[in-house]
DNA sequence: CGCACCCCCTGCCGGC
DNA sequence: TGCCGGCAGGGGGTGC
């Protein structure tokens, strides 16, 4: 599900409801995440208050009070909600954090992808690893140029490696794409100067439009108040194989890449 | 260095 | 109707 505009919305929602408050209670119901979650998370964080909620890519940083940050990753399938306290378990929510005694961020993850983990902010590893983030940062062309020379990749393997750009899934990739009008399969050290702006261009439009829509991914998206995000109606080749293209018409066509599914328009982009 | 292929895990959908 | 295989928004590891 969370690619950067839903864990951006998710932080724009989640921001003005505890920034400033205190963790009441936590619960963690099951352990078992992506990494396992750690024996003193709980301790970590009761009767810390939060400071600020950042993100990093797909990274959500819930800053405390005391040096410490809270890191989460929603995975494919997480999500993070805010309940009233008296709200009712439901299925696969694995970790509970009250504030000020009255809501409840839920963390619920059917998949288990997701992770959760409380410490020194530079002692993450997973966000030395990362590149910059692509609503944040603007590359020129020539900034692209010397990035992409020596990358022999097809440029959407490229933007979906998270140590070039961090943020970017397979659906947004896909729709940048065609948003440039460039195959997912080209090479990505063989694209000339006005592919990269069209791409840039591209990549700002594509996420910000998301951001601005609330998060998009499927029919399942829910930023932490439970609001559904309307992206996806606007989809112009993400899982449409066979579908016509809104510009041309011509069948969506799926190919496997790096393991994904892979849609473009073969007139559109080349 | 890049990649094809695994794995982690649950849910859902389409085909038979 | 019911079962089964394939596939899903992510990331990490391996061996070639």
Same mark, same amino acid.
Request: charged residues 30%; aromatic residues 6%.
């Given at each position: 599900?969370?690619?950067?505009?839903?864990?951006?919305?998710?932080?724009?929602?989640?921001?003005?409801? #505890?920034?400033?408050?205190? %963790?009441?209670?936590?619960?963690?119901?099951?352990?078992?995440?992506?990494?396992?979650?750690?024996?003193?998370? &709980?301790?970590? @964080?009761?009767?810390?208050?939060?400071?600020?909620?950042?993100?990093?890519?797909?990274? @959500?940083?819930?800053?405390?009070?005391?040096?410490?940050?809270? +890191?989460?990753? $929603?995975?494919?399938?997480? !999500? $993070?909600? +805010?309940?009233?306290?008296?709200?009712?378990?439901?299925?696969?929510?694995?970790?509970?954090?009250?504030?000020?005694? !009255?809501?409840?961020? %839920? /963390?619920?993850?059917?998949?288990?992808?997701?992770?959760?983990?409380?410490?020194?902010?530079?002692?993450?590893?997973?966000?030395?690893?990362?590149?910059?983030?692509? $609503?944040?940062?603007?590359?020129?062309?020539?900034?692209?140029?010397?990035?992409?020379?020596?990358?022999?990749?097809?440029?959407?393997? /490229? +933007?979906?490696?998270?140590?070039?750009?961090?943020?970017? =899934?397979?659906?947004?990739?896909?729709?940048?794409?065609?948003?440039?009008?460039?195959?997912?399969?080209?090479?990505? *050290?063989? $694209?000339?100067?006005? &592919?990269?702006?069209? /791409? &840039?261009?591209?990549?700002?439009?594509? @996420?910000?439009?998301?951001? &601005?829509?609330?998060? *998009? !991914?499927?029919?399942?998206?829910?930023?932490?108040?439970?609001?559904? =995000?309307?992206?996806?109606?606007?989809?112009? %080749?993400?899982?449409?194989?066979?579908?016509?293209?809104?510009?041309?018409?011509?069948?969506?066509?799926? #190919?496997?890449? !790096?393991?994904? *599914?892979?849609?473009?328009?073969?007139?559109?982009?080349?």
């Amino acid at each position: 599900m969370p690619e950067l505009p839903e864990v951006e919305t998710v932080r724009r929602t989640l921001a003005p409801h #505890v920034i400033g408050r205190r %963790v009441t209670a936590v619960e963690v119901r099951e352990r078992r995440l992506r990494q396992p979650v750690q024996p003193g998370f &709980e301790a970590c @964080l009761l009767g810390r208050a939060f400071r600020d909620v950042g993100r990093r890519g797909k990274y @959500l940083l819930f800053e405390l009070d005391d040096e410490q940050t809270l +890191l989460a990753h $929603l995975g494919m399938s997480g !999500s $993070l909600h +805010l309940r009233g306290r008296e709200a009712a378990l439901a299925p696969h929510d694995h970790v509970f954090i009250e504030i000020d005694a !009255s809501e409840v961020i %839920v /963390l619920n993850d059917p998949r288990r992808f997701g992770m959760m983990r409380v410490g020194a902010v530079t002692e993450f590893a997973e966000l030395r690893q990362i590149g910059p983030d692509p $609503l944040s940062t603007r590359r020129n062309a020539d900034d692209w140029r010397r990035e992409v020379r020596r990358r022999r990749m097809p440029i959407k393997s /490229l +933007l979906m490696d998270q140590r070039f750009l961090a943020g970017i =899934g397979n659906i947004y990739a896909n729709e940048m794409l065609f948003e440039a009008g460039i195959r997912p399969r080209r090479m990505a *050290s063989r $694209l000339s100067r006005l &592919e990269l702006e069209r /791409l &840039e261009g591209a990549m700002h439009a594509v @996420l910000y439009k998301a951001v &601005e829509l609330g998060g *998009s !991914s499927i029919s399942d998206f829910r930023d932490a108040r439970g609001q559904p =995000g309307y992206f996806q109606i606007h989809h112009a %080749v993400y899982d449409r194989e066979g579908a016509p293209c809104p510009r041309c018409a011509a069948p969506i066509r799926r #190919v496997v890449l !790096s393991g994904r *599914s892979t849609f473009y328009c073969p007139n559109c982009q080349r």
